[in-house]
T-cell receptor
Framework: DAGVTQSPTHLIKTRGQQVTLRCSPI?????VSWYQQVLGQGPQFIFQ???????GRGNFPDRFSARQFPNYSSELNVNALLLGDSALYLC????????????FGEGSWLTVV | AQKVTQAQTEISVVEKEDVTLDCVYE???????LFWYKQPPSGELVFLIR??????QNEISGRYSWNFQKSTSSFNFTITASQVVDSAVYFC????????????FGAGTTVTVRA
């Protein structure tokens, strides 16, 4: 079975632009989460969606938004990009229950110039 | 407050040496889960092991083993007979009952295994 897939793999954007990152979870997983990982740090939780509903939100500004589609895939949108948004954005999928193993994709490397 | 602390920033060993990674966590929940992930240079976080708070039995899985001690809130991870392919950043993470939808990660420990 395919793992968590993310696109694009790498992208460069200019300050002020908007970006959309995409994620397809593992088949059978109904929960998708997004994490931001700045160079040299551990991943930070941004959002979780379960059954198309937002279940949790981390400490990120409203410029960050996400949604989950009926097929459980998800998009993360970031508006008005700042230099500090440059990071690896990781998507994770799981069954969504406590203790479920959370599997990660290879991430999308975003560089804001 | 930092929920997961990995005090070791970098560890460098010679191939075939054992490597032990320290992890200390903080939670008020009685039910929680602890994880170890490996992140090679490609960026993907690779799941290694999971342990729940009610199971302190320490296990060995291949070259990996872990030592979970609730009394000291520690969840240490050991790689036995390290190999060059083990070179990566290793993250300890916590999932709590009150926040079961997210993982709280430590800052990571960079392991370099030299041939």
């Amino acid at each position: 079975d395919a793992g968590v897939t993310q696109s694009p793999t790498h992208l460069i954007k200019t300050r002020g632009q908007q970006v959309t990152l995409r994620c397809s979870p593992i088949s059978g997983h109904k929960s998708v989460s997004w994490y931001q990982q700045v160079l040299g740090q551990g991943p930070q939780f941004i959002f979780q969606y379960y059954e198309k509903e937002e279940r949790g939100r981390g400490n990120f500004p409203d410029r960050f938004s996400a949604r989950q589609f009926p097929n459980y895939s998800s998009e993360l949108n970031v508006n008005a990009l700042l230099l500090g948004d440059s990071a690896l954005y990781l998507c994770a999928s799981s069954h969504g229950t406590l203790g479920s193993t959370i599997y990660f994709g290879e991430g999308s490397w975003l560089t804001v110039v | 407050a930092q929920k997961v602390t990995q005090a070791q920033t970098e560890i460098s060993v010679v191939e075939k040496e054992d490597v032990t990674l320290d992890c200390v966590y903080e939670t008020r929940d009685t039910t929680y889960y602890l994880f170890w992930y490996k992140q090679p240079p490609s960026g993907e976080l690779v799941f290694l092991i999971r342990r729940n708070s009610f199971d302190e039995q320490n296990e060995i899985s291949g070259r990996y083993s872990w030592n979970f001690q609730k009394s000291t809130s520690s969840f240490n991870f050991t790689i036995t007979a390290s190999q060059v392919v083990d070179s990566a950043v290793y993250f300890c993470a916590l999932s709590e009952t009150g926040n079961d939808y997210k993982l709280s990660f430590g800052a990571g420990t960079t392991v370099t295994v030299r041939a």
